[in-house]
């Protein structure tokens, strides 16, 4: 088997060694087919490279230097700001995974991302400096998820962490600001940032499946953990920039209705080769119980009682109320309304 020899060298292996038997494992016609899936991110990478010095120079010719009301410039740094940094986290996790990932294919996935993260970082930066806003250090929580990622030894959980969560909240952050128009510059910017991010999500698609199934029943009890405190965290975050999203126009709960469609549609890319990945996790129960806490479904301005949130989070837990994904993130609403904003109320519950 491909990866758990990808596990067990990894454990032995020294910073100083080289793999010199990397080649040595065969692949049966699943694990060839998957190798070349991460191969060709590789690949595929390197065709669709963009110079981000060009791209925004361009940009900013085009639509002149970035321009906004300061309200809404000190929104958009803040936002962008907490982006930026956690760019550069997934720099630095991306290299990480580039030096741990043993077979080649994988290795080289890895190590395209590395190129496009310093990118994203740079370009980031330079166009903050352009709106004019230095990007203040992230709060503590948006720190938390990029720490976690970062500082933990297990390879799963740095797949997880990284190519499963912030990958997917960064390709939603994205969409939501290239839709909403909120700058032309920025709109420009994130058609290539979602291209580029949509194709590192492809090699946790290949990997993780294949680590999970091999967990002991305590090791899936603590993915789950990591996961939930992951995404516990990325709830809190975000609660802490809410009135920079609605400053900008974004109602959260369409972010975290996007990013349960994405998620929906990564898992079905998964169990298309790995039927038996699990379609109602208990850690997606959770996660979504816990929008309805910090995100009711009344809407941004009703005051609901903690009691109320508490009922309805473990309802929506348990199945017996819709979910902040049958609200918001089902294809059929975007592609009716692929520009929701405040301005659109969701469908109503039943």
Partial sequence: MLLPSLRRRARRRRDSDLPFDMFDTAYSDAEARRARRMESIYHVGQAKIWDGRDVLAKAIAKHGKPELPAEKRRALARI???????????????????????PLEAKLAAASQVHDEARHFYVMHDYLEALGDRPPRIEYWAERVLKRTLGTDSLLKKLVGMQLTVETI???????????????????????????????????????????????????????VFQVDLLLATLISMKTIERD????????????????????????????????WPKDPPALRAFEGLCEVFFPSEGVDARVPWATRLKHAIEVAARLRPSVYEQWGKRAEAARAPRVGLTIPPPPLS
């Fill in 80 to 102: 962008f700001g907490m982006i930026m940094w956690g760019e550069l986290a997934a720099w630095k996790i991306s290299a990480q995974l580039a030096d741990q990932l043993e």
């Fill in 170 to 224: 960064a390709l939603v952050s994205f969409q939501r600001v290239r839709e909403l128009e909120i700058e032309p510059v920025l709109t420009e910017l994130m058609a290539f940032y979602e291209r580029d991010e949509a194709r590192h999500v492809g090699l946790g698609v290949q990997l993780v499946p294949q680590l999970v199934a091999e967990l002991s029943l305590a090791g899936a009890i603590d993915l789950a």
């Fill in 245 to 276: 999203l609605l400053a900008l126009g974004v109602d959260p709960r369409s972010l975290l209705g996007i990013a349960f469609r994405r998620q929906a549609d990564i898992d079905e890319k998964i169990r298309a080769e790995f039927p038996q």
